[in-house]
């Protein structure tokens, strides 16, 4: 059979592929992207929305133990593991589904099978129905990552697991160690802990959601442990020895190598990319640390062969890799699309309280040779927060003393993983301080925050 031809063929069908593939179509490009195993890749079916829908289970159910706060009343709360992870798996194939209908619509071919690259230009496909032959003027590879496995601590599926696992439990864990406080590990430490797992937390670096700014994470620690988990910091799990119904984690902390005992292991330890099998390396893209190396345009160096997303490197989130895939869609096209700017991909964990940011944090900006203007409010001043029942929480923005551009935005509370796109958009449109101040935000709002913790770095704070 001959080969089909294509002007783009995209591998891979996540947040990065499936976008690249529909934006090329509107361009008016013959499009056809590979998937071998799920539509939507790991974000809609292992990631971002099926940790969501179980967040949104283990919300509800700390809001009901609260009923009483609310002068509502509740007796006997309690939950059914089985039918959370059912609503999750739900929540996930609904929207894995829709992106086929996407597809449909804007008339790019599916071929559901295993992709390779035997030549510039051609893309062989390993299909049920046996091999398909492509060839292509132009290659996406979006193909992706998977979670990181350290020696002697790899993932098992039994007691020791991956985010695969902690998506869809064997068991609910009792006594919960959780390797790695990023924020795919603190989100299941959130959620299995707020259902009463007795939930540890161990980190090597000396804070918990490392990348964010310093005072956020000695916030969310303390709110946390509040809650009842236990943080380990600076302290490293060296080896698990296994047994039918336990698990001992050998961890180092403060030079000793302390034997806790756990019925369930979550190793969240990141991730690498899925760069092999593809032939990349006699097409001779460079490949560092498991990523594909590119350019600001996901140019790999290789004429018309692109990288997005996960593949490509950090930060590994959906929202870059979809960014990525319009721009390498228009780049393509022949449009003069603008390149990812440094420090404007803001980062969400959806754990209790919420954490987001966007750009420098205030060491950063400093490291950087700014003198910054840092501002703080609380959630305890803002009328909405209180009215809500969630007083816990900060605002803190960091702006440039000379120039006034926000350099920073950090967030912990209700609701912030949506607060923070204001921000977003502020830095987009190189807002100023001066902006900032006379916006009006609309009462009462969790959002007035962002104008007092703005207002608060220039000493002109209202509600403080
Ligand atoms: C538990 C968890 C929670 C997360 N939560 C968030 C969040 O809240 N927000 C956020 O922004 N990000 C989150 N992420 C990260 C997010 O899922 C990724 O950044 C995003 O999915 C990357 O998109 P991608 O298109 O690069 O790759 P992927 O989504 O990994 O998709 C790659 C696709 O390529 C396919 N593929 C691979 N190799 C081949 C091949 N040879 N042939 C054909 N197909 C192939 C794979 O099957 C896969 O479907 C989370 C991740 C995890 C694990």
């Known amino acids: 059979m001959a080969a089909q031809s294509f002007d783009t063929v995209v591998i891979g069908a996540g947040p990065g592929g499936y976008v690249a593939a529909i934006r090329a179509a509107q361009l008016g490009q013959k499009v056809c992207i590979v998937e071998r195993e799920h539509m939507g890749g790991i974000c809609l079916n292992w990631g971002c929305i099926p940790t969501k829908a179980l967040l949104r289970s283990s919300e509800v159910f700390h809001l009901m133990e609260r009923a009483k706060e609310f002068g509502l009343k509740a007796d006997n709360i309690g939950y059914d593991l089985d039918a959370v992870v059912k609503r999750s798996r739900g929540v996930a194939k609904q929207l ?146 296994r047994a039918a119904d336990k698990v001992t984690a050998h961890i180092e902390i403060g030079g000793k190598v302390e034997k806790h ?67 390498v869609a228009e780049l393509i096209a022949g449009k003069h699309p603008h390149p990812i700017k440094p420090n404007s991909i803001a980062g969400c964990t959806y754990c209790h309280p919420q954490v987001a940011s966007v750009g420098l944090t205030e060491a950063k900006a400093k490291e950087a040779g700014y003198k910054v203007k840092v501002g703080r409010f609380p959630f305890i001043g803002n009328g909405k927060a209180i009215a809500l029942g969630e007083p816990e929480g900060l605002i803190k923005t960091i702006f440039d003393e000379k120039t006034g551009e926000l350099l920073g935005a950090h967030m912990i509370g209700a609701e912030v993983t949506e607060l923070i796109q204001g921000y977003v958009i502020g830095q987009k449109l190189e807002t100023t301080e001066e902006d900032l101040f006379e916006t009006v935000f609309p009462h009462p709002t969790l959002s007035e925050m962002m104008h007092e913790a703005s207002l608060d770095a220039y000493g002109r704070v209202i509600h403080m």
């Open 96 to 241: 894995s589904s829709g992106i086929g209908h996407l597809m449909k619509k804007n008339k790019v071919t599916v071929i559901m099978g295993s992709a390779t690259i035997p030549g510039k230009g051609k893309v062989k496909v390993e299909t049920d129905k046996g091999t398909e032959e492509l060839t292509a003027k132009n290659i996406v590879l979006a193909t992706g990552a998977r979670a990181r496995e350290l020696p002697g601590l790899e993932a098992d599926g039994k007691r020791v697991w991956t985010y695969k696992a902690a998506l869809q439990p064997p068991h609910m864990p009792k006594k919960l160690l959780v390797i790695g406080s990023g924020a795919i590990g603190i989100e299941f430490a959130s959620f299995y802990n707020t259902l009463g797992a007795d939930t540890t937390v161990v980190e090597v670096m000396d804070r918990v959601l490392p990348v964010e700014d310093e005072e956020i994470s000695k916030f969310a620690k303390k709110a946390f442990e509040k809650q009842g988990m236990k943080i380990l910091q600076k302290a490293m799990v060296k080896k698990l020895d």
């Open 261 to 327: 005992d756990f019925d369930t292991v979550i190793s969240a330890v990141g991730i690498v990319g899925n760069v092999e099998g593809l032939g990349l390396e006699a097409l001779g893209v460079k490949i560092d640390r498991t990523h594909v190396v590119t350019d600001e345009y996901c140019r790999t160096g290789v004429d018309a062969l692109y990288a997005i997303g996960d593949i490509a490197g950090a930060p590994w989130l959906a929202h870059k890799a979809s960014h990525e895939g319009v721009m």
